[in-house]
């Protein structure tokens, strides 16, 4: 089993930019594929970013292409979102999640995943 918390969320002005992080307790936290998802009030939840086990792979959603970075470090048990040009539609809860996974080199876009962290609240002001 992982725990996962979040932070680095805040406040920031749209254009602005924050880097969100996610710790993880427990084993094997190479083992996990890891993604980042967010939700908007009254929305669904979305699939921002992920990332595969061995740190090479990664997959984003189109709305955040070329403005996220998702990045991890095995050795520090974290997965980061690096969050440049903000915009005010990337206001949500943004949450880290964790799939055990066989595949070392898998990033995962869907919601399957095991775990989840408690969010991290991001608001871009416009």
């Known amino acids: 089993q992982v725990q996962l918390v979040e932070s680095g969320g805040g406040l920031v002005q749209a254009g602005g930019s924050l880097r969100l992080s996610c710790a993880a307790s427990?084993?094997?936290?190479?083992?996990?594929?890891m993604g980042w998802f967010r939700q908007a009030p009254g929305k669904e939840r979305e699939f921002v970013a992920a990332?595969?086990?061995?740190?090479?792979?990664?997959t984003y959603a189109d709305s955040v292409k070329g403005r996220f970075t998702i990045f991890r470090s095995n050795a520090e048990n974290t997965v980061y979102l690096q969050m440049n040009s903000l915009k005010f539609e990337d206001t949500a809860v943004y949450y880290c999640a964790a799939r055990s996974t066989y595949y070392s080199g898998a990033a995962y876009p869907d919601g399957s995943y095991d775990y989840w962290g408690q969010g991290t609240q991001v608001t871009v002001s416009s």
């Open positions: 990332i595969s086990r061995n740190e090479i792979k990664t």
């Open positions: 427990g084993r094997s936290f190479s083992s996990y594929a």
